[in-house]
């Protein structure tokens, strides 16, 4: 396990830095003992979408962030590192293929979806956040889908403080796979031109190195001739 991982395991807990297991007790809610104390803007759904409320400014909101292709989440962390998720945008289910009922239940369903290789770049991440390191970071990684494709994604994060113990996670995570495919590509043919060029190289020395023996036999050839030739009187 790594050095990551371990202290992830520590501050959240083993299932959810592995990303596999039960769900923790009382999942995706807050326990009345819990230290964050201020409450959230707005009045939100238990499916964690926000509702909307009279005709305020408030109310458009719910709309605004089902119309946009990133997803937005909210997060809240306590003191002792018990993370219970407030809101996930519809927009996951484009991402992911899965409803954002799905994820609420705990960190564990997000880490379950994440590409093996690519899980120790999310758990540095978190482990940042979570022990305070960074206010605000950002990591790239692969997700599955729920038809089994990956996607790319890009995962930032920021940290607001609204009591003295715990705080909360926003974030946004962008949909980067058409990018980072391109991104392969590119990287692919500069690979391939390289190789070329290597080839290239290759030719023109053993060609340089075929035409300098042709040079030295022709040379001992007439070197060869001219000594075989009776001297003049």
């Given at each position: ?74 997060a809240e962390v306590t003191a002792t ?113 390289r190789q070329a060029q290597a080839e ?34």
């Amino acid at each position: 396990q790594s050095d990551a991982a371990a202290v992830l395991a520590d501050k959240i807990g083993p299932t959810v830095a592995s990303g596999s297991g039960d769900p923790p007790a009382s999942p995706g809610e807050m326990t009345p003992t819990d230290p964050i104390d201020a409450e959230p803007a707005g009045d939100w759904s238990a499916g964690g979408r926000p509702a909307a409320a009279g005709s305020g400014p408030d109310a458009a909101l719910p709309y605004i962030l089902e119309s946009i292709a990133e997803c937005v989440w909210s997060a809240e962390v306590t003191a002792t590192g018990q993370i219970s998720y407030r809101y996930y945008s519809p927009a996951i289910e484009r991402i992911t293929g899965r409803a954002a009922d799905f994820f609420m239940v705990g960190p564990e369903r997000w880490l379950s979806i994440v590409h093996p290789a690519d899980r120790p770049v999310l758990e540095a991440a978190m482990v940042r956040i979570v022990t305070g390191q960074l206010d605000r970071d950002a990591a790239e990684y692969r997700v599955t889908r729920l038809d089994g494709t990956s996607a790319w994604v890009r995962d930032s994060v920021v940290v607001s403080r609204p009591g003295p113990a715990g705080f909360r996670l926003h974030g946004v995570v962008h949909d980067i796979t058409e990018a980072k495919q391109a991104e392969i590509s590119r990287q692919a043919d500069e690979e391939r031109l390289r190789q070329a060029q290597a080839e290239v190289t290759q030719h023109r020395s053993t060609l340089a190195h075929a035409l300098r023996v042709r040079s030295l036999g022709e040379m001992a050839a007439a070197l060869a001739h001219e000594l075989n030739q009776p001297l003049a009187a």
